[in-house]
């Protein structure tokens, strides 16, 4: 199934919390409010918050090499996404809660032996992984893009694909082979990396860049691209491509501090606390 989130049954929550359907185009330095904030909960669920008396304080690890998820920032301190989501959960169970930076090599099995209780690190939930860790929700998907350049008249991008439009990606990614599944008919420019294909869309050699919409939200922003370029169709979030997710990885004898953290998961996003980290760190949505 071609798995784009203009067309996928999920609900977005505008930064006021209103509930909007996602939108087919995003627009790069579009106000906050036009921002796409992704919902991954089932808004018909309804969780009790849970007997929280034996957390005494949670371990959260993360690295600090990935922004804008976990990084050192320039006062020498950990910061990102994920670490400002962690203290979110800490105070939203009041419960104390100490955020230490770990190397990524052995990570898992660290959290596997219980030597710290979580990890917000984005380890990927595979086979292997859930074989020796336990899982939160979803809090965070990844997401591929179409960028174009602003100005041009954009394909329609649907089943059929960006008829005649060259697409730039880059080789030997799991974007280049999404390409190859679901639009074979366009054709495709593969580049050795994402960036090339950015300076490609920017100099005009191609029409269209695919790639993760992470990096392509911060370029589209960037002195770099200097505003020539802008969002295309809608979010691509096909997991066998793209991956299961971010979620929080824990033990898997941790049954308890897995329900008491969707339950913070889940009641962040009600309060709005989970959009205004979103917008925080993601200025130019990539939903």
Not at 38 to 64: C, E, V
Not at 117 to 132: F, V
Not at 190 to 219: I, M, Q, S, Y
Not at 221 to 228: F, L, V
């Amino acid at each position: 199934m071609l798995a784009i989130l203009g067309g996928l049954p999920l609900v977005a929550k505008a930064a006021g919390g209103a509930e909007s359907q996602p939108s087919a185009s995003l627009r790069a330095g579009a106000a906050p409010e036009s921002v796409v904030i992704p919902n991954l909960w089932d808004p018909n669920r309804r969780l009790d918050r849970p007997a929280t008396t034996s957390l005494t304080g949670i371990r959260f690890t993360t690295t600090d090499d990935f922004p804008p998820f976990n990084f050192t920032g320039p006062d020498g301190k950990l910061t990102g996404f994920n670490v400002d989501l962690a203290r979110a959960i800490c105070r939203e169970l009041s419960v104390p809660c100490t955020i230490q930076s770990r190397p990524w090599d052995g990570l898992v099995d660290t959290v596997a032996a219980g030597r710290v209780d979580a990890a917000l690190a984005g380890i990927a939930i595979t086979p292997e992984t859930r074989a020796k860790l336990d899982f939160s929700d979803v809090y965070l998907r990844s997401a591929a893009r179409f960028i174009g350049r602003k100005g041009e008249t954009a394909a329609r991008i649907n089943a059929e694909g960006p008829a005649n439009r060259k697409i730039a990606v880059a080789k030997g990614s799991a974007h280049e082979a999404y390409l190859a599944a679901f639009f074979p008919t366009s054709p495709r420019v593969a580049v050795d990396t994402l960036e090339a294909a950015e300076a490609a869309l920017k100099a005009g050699t191609v029409d269209l860049v695919f790639g993760d919409g992470v990096h392509l939200a911060f370029w589209l922003q960037s002195e770099t691209a200097a505003g020539c370029c802008d969002f295309v169709g809608g979010a691509y979030v096909e997991p066998h491509f793209f991956g299961q997710g971010l979620a929080i990885a824990l033990p898997p004898d941790r049954t308890d501090l897995r329900l008491a953290l969707n339950w913070a998961l889940d009641s962040l996003y009600d309060k709005g606390v989970f959009s205004e980290l979103y917008l925080r760190y993601f200025p130019v949505g990539y939903f």
